[in-house]
């Protein structure tokens, strides 16, 4: 199991935004997590990074808590967030390397799997540029590079599809598509629900820091039939729904 988060609790002060949150993500799994601004979506994300210590429960990446050895818990993980976050005095070359240090990984396979990755974003003849010089997309590109080069069991992907052109989403999928394949997973969260309806193999609904449902397409349209027949339909009956509780 590549991630296994049960019955988590947490937050930033002492009043919980998680409360009592379990679901996992299996092998080979595309799983996205759906919430309303402020559902919890990235307080999971930072408590799965080990940004932030559950008051209780447990969450195990690859069969391991973070307590149990941090540096290889974190090694099984790499993290796309949103916003991207880069070094401004590093080059993108040296953003690479330094990813290859952090996840010690073989410094000629990780560039080697660097350079496809470089080529299909179209940044392959930019390894000396600063982030200054790049856009936003640009630098959400270089993240996808220094994370998917890395051999983590986990790829955590924050909202991927806004940002990206139509272009690197295609081929962000494909990248992801081949990870599935060789036994890795991945959570991301979106809003984006069309195309989360059509790429991911199940579904997490987060609602006030509470798993809602989880489940498969066909296990949401068989539960929800008579709120609509799309991922987005049934989100929004559901929303709605919860927000006049
Ligand atoms: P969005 O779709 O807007 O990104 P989200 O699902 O990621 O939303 P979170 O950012 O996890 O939501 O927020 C969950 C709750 O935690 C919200 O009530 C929010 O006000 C609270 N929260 C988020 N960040 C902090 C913080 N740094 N300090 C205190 N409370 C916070």
Redesign the pocket.
């Known amino acids: 199991m590549s991630l296994e988060v049960n019955k988590l609790t947490g ?3 002492s009043i919980p ?2 409360k009592n949150e379990s679901f996992d993500v299996k092998d080979g799994e595309l799983v996205s ?1 759906i ?12 408590h799965i990074m080990g940004l932030m210590t559950p008051f209780s429960g447990t969450i195990k990446v690859n069969g391991i808590q973070i307590n149990e050895d941090v540096e290889k818990y974190k090694q099984e993980i790499a993290y796309v967030p ?1 916003m991207p976050i880069l070094y401004p005095e590093l080059t993108l070359k040296e953003h690479i390397d330094t990813t290859i240090m952090a996840y010690n990984l073989n410094y000629a396979s990780a560039w080697e799997k660097a350079h496809q990755l470089l080529k299909t974003f179209r940044l392959n003849n930019k390894l000396d540029w600063f982030p200054a010089n790049f856009s936003k997309g640009m630098r959400q590109k270089v993240m996808i590079v220094c994370a998917f080069i890395t051999n983590a069991k986990l790829f955590v992907i ?2 991927p599809f806004l940002g990206l052109d139509p272009l690197a989403v295609n081929d962000l999928l494909k990248i992801i598509e081949n990870k599935k394949k060789m036994g890795a997973s991945i959570l991301m ?1 979106t ?1 984006v629900l069309d195309t989360a309806e059509k790429y991911c193999d199940r579904f997490v609904l ?1 609602n006030d ?1 509470k798993v809602n449902y989880e489940g498969t397409m066909t296990d949401i349209k068989q539960r929800y039939s008579n709120y609509g027949n799309s991922l987005n339909d049934i989100y929004l009956a559901l929303a709605r729904n919860d927000s006049h509780e």
């Open positions: 937050g930033y002060s935004v998680l997590l919430g309303l601004n402020g559902a919890g979506k990235s307080t999971t994300i930072n949103e924050d909202e969260s809003h987060l820091g």
